[in-house]
């Protein structure tokens, strides 16, 4: 920190030492000229990548991307696992083997807009029955960004 001397004109008295309060940003500036440079030249090696010729190996992949799981109900009061049409009384035993089969996953459920509120509420009710813990729902955006 540079100081400096100020004499107030009276002799005899000693002199007055005050700090000055400027900040010297060369020693800043000179540290981040040398990141940037080191970022310049380090960033388009991580991107690019050493080119490998990999081996060929027997081991299954370790995640499957698994169909997800649907849960459909028509405008008539169809219902649908996937693509397949089942009945009321047999989702939950069919959700419980998807389950066991594929493991927990979310599903997801979709309902016709002219099917009433309850009998949604309702197949929900069912999926969380069988044993799913994460449920969402699905729905179609609107085409005029949300106005009504």
């Not at 009433?116 to 009710?125: P, Q, R, S, T």
């Amino acid at each position: 920190m540079a100081m400096s001397l100020g004499n107030r004109g009276t002799p005899g008295e000693e002199a007055e030492y005050r700090p000055i309060s400027e900040i010297n940003i060369t020693p800043m500036v000179d540290v981040m000229l040398v990141l940037l440079i080191i970022f310049m030249i380090t960033a388009p090696l991580l991107v690019t990548g050493v080119p490998v010729e990999l081996p060929n190996t027997s081991a299954a992949r370790i995640s499957q991307p698994k169909k997800p799981v649907i849960v459909s109900l028509g405008g008539d009061g169809s219902l649908y696992i996937r693509d397949e049409q089942i009945s009321q009384d047999t989702l939950i035993p069919r959700l419980q083997a998807l389950r066991s089969a594929e493991g927990d996953a979310v599903v997801y459920v979709r309902a016709d807009k002219k099917r009433a509120y309850g009998e949604v509420m309702d197949i929900l009710g069912r999926v969380g029955q069988s044993g799913y813990a994460r449920v969402s729902l699905l729905s179609q955006p609107k085409a005029n960004g949300g106005a009504h």
